[in-house]
């Protein structure tokens, strides 16, 4: 190899390494995260009591002291894991999308009788009532409405999918116990 070469390929490398790095090392800003509102503006830890209202169907839980415990229905049993799984899942709910300002036909939004109402009640006493509507085309988020507010916004399905299981805990009744040593499941 000739020094005319050699010098010439190391121009060349110079070249493109300053290429790299006024150019393609610049640092990219990073795209705006898109942070979500919060449904509920309340603090989980305050919660006393929730009551859970279906069409014909009722609980209302009570913090007793670190769990939950059914008031109503008289001798119902929930764990009362799964009441914080619901009461946390609707306290941490963000807003997916916002449907509508006013809701002139609650009846596609599943906001009429056959709805969920959710009274949430602080330390304060005061009660934060939602509404749960039926779910999106999609099946992955649930239609809700807070208390008096117009507007119908997206929260996640998570909340029904607790309030299922709270509504089937319900009518399970009682589990059934097994013989003291016997396997789980025969």
Request: proline residues 6%; aromatic residues 8%.
């Given at each position: 190899m000739r020094w005319r070469q050699v010098i010439l390929l190391y121009v060349v490398a110079a070249g493109l390494g300053g290429w790299y790095w006024f150019v393609e090392r610049q640092v990219k800003p990073a795209p705006p995260s898109e942070s979500r509102a919060r449904f509920l503006?309340?603090?989980g830890e305050?919660?006393?009591?929730?009551?859970?209202?279906?069409?014909?169907?009722a609980m209302v839980g009570r913090r007793d002291g670190v769990g939950w415990v059914v008031v109503e229905p008289v001798g119902g049993v929930v764990p009362s894991d799964l009441i914080a799984a619901f009461a946390n899942a609707l306290v941490a709910a963000e807003?997916?999308?916002r449907v509508a300002d006013?809701?002139?036909d609650a009846n596609q939004y599943g906001l009429d009788e056959r709805a969920s109402?959710?009274?949430?009640?602080?330390?304060?006493?005061?009660?934060?009532?939602?509404?749960?509507?039926?779910?999106?085309?999609?099946g992955t988020a649930v239609y809700a409405r807070?208390?008096?507010a117009p507007e119908v916004v997206l929260v996640g399905r998570n909340i029904r999918y607790y309030e299922d299981?709270?509504?089937?805990a319900l009518s399970a009744g009682k589990a059934p116990t097994t013989e003291h040593g016997a396997p789980v499941g025969g």
């Amino acid at each position: 190899m000739r020094w005319r070469q050699v010098i010439l390929l190391y121009v060349v490398a110079a070249g493109l390494g300053g290429w790299y790095w006024f150019v393609e090392r610049q640092v990219k800003p990073a795209p705006p995260s898109e942070s979500r509102a919060r449904f509920l503006q309340i603090d989980g830890e305050r919660l006393r009591e929730i009551r859970l209202r279906r069409p014909g169907q009722a609980m209302v839980g009570r913090r007793d002291g670190v769990g939950w415990v059914v008031v109503e229905p008289v001798g119902g049993v929930v764990p009362s894991d799964l009441i914080a799984a619901f009461a946390n899942a609707l306290v941490a709910a963000e807003e997916i999308a916002r449907v509508a300002d006013r809701a002139d036909d609650a009846n596609q939004y599943g906001l009429d009788e056959r709805a969920s109402r959710v009274e949430m009640v602080s330390e304060s006493g005061d009660p934060i009532v939602v509404v749960l509507g039926g779910t999106n085309p999609t099946g992955t988020a649930v239609y809700a409405r807070r208390g008096g507010a117009p507007e119908v916004v997206l929260v996640g399905r998570n909340i029904r999918y607790y309030e299922d299981l709270i509504f089937q805990a319900l009518s399970a009744g009682k589990a059934p116990t097994t013989e003291h040593g016997a396997p789980v499941g025969g």
